[in-house]
């Protein structure tokens, strides 16, 4: 009896420790399934297709794209939406060698979460977004880790390693060219110029002698 105890307890040990192993390493606990690049072009084109899982594109249902490994795509972007005001929800992704891992163009309602992003030139970039979020997401060795232009849009949470840069959000169309009153000052600035300019050709021309008769 007691050397089967002994046999038992020598069997077992091993793979408890192995067990614990696999549950402490996060990486063994996320298994993602080959995916080639996306494309979503309007609301239309979230379909499972392009690698929607499930929702309905509502605020309380959104659109999921999760759980693919898209790259590598050296020349190209892994996930490519445009033009959709969906709500919807890239999630536990991983994506890599891309030219640009994720790139929302013109999109509102969106969401970039939970995702690995390694080997890029851009992990995520946003263009023209407008009520968009980059949360809790690793990026590591890309050359630019998120990119943020002309949008609406937040990052936090995010963990960045080794990237060359890891946020890049430039800063905005000058403020007088944008907004009503800086129209008006560019006007009250540019007539009394020009009336200036039309009174010196006035003049300069006045003491130009008539052609002889």
């Known amino acids: 009896m007691a050397a089967a105890v002994f046999v038992a307890f020598f069997a077992v040990t091993p793979m408890c420790f192995a067990m614990s192993a696999i549950s402490n390493d996060s990486t063994l606990s996320v298994q993602w399934t080959d995916h080639s690049a996306i494309r979503i072009i309007g609301d239309d084109n979230f379909t499972s ?10 605020k309380s249902d959104p ?7 898209i790259g590598p795509f050296l020349d190209g972007t892994g996930i490519f939406v445009m033009n959709t005001t969906a709500y ?3 999630k536990d992704v991983n994506v890599s060698s891309c030219s640009i891992g994720v790139y929302l163009n013109t999109v509102q309602n969106g969401r970039v979460e939970d995702s690995v992003f390694n080997d890029n030139g851009v ?6 977004c407008d009520s968009c ?3 809790g997401n690793t990026f590591t060795t890309n050359g630019i880790a998120i990119s943020i232009n002309s949008s609406d849009a937040s990052q936090s949470d995010n963990s960045f390693i080794d990237n060359d840069i890891d946020v890049v959000r430039p800063t905005k169309k000058a403020p007088w060219i944008e907004t009503w009153v800086g129209a008006a000052l ?3 600035v540019m007539i009394p110029f ?3 300019l039309a009174l010196l050709l006035y003049f300069r021309y006045q003491r130009i002698p008539p052609p002889p008769q």
């Open 63 to 69: 659109y999921i794209i999760e759980g693919w490994k």
């Open 186 to 188: 560019c006007v009250s």
């Open 194 to 196: 020009a009336v200036i």
């Open 49 to 58: 297709e392009n690698g929607v899982v499930g929702g309905s594109g509502t």
């Open 88 to 90: 919807f929800s890239i």
């Open 133 to 135: 979020k980059v949360i």
């Open 123 to 128: 992990g995520v970039a946003l263009y023209g």
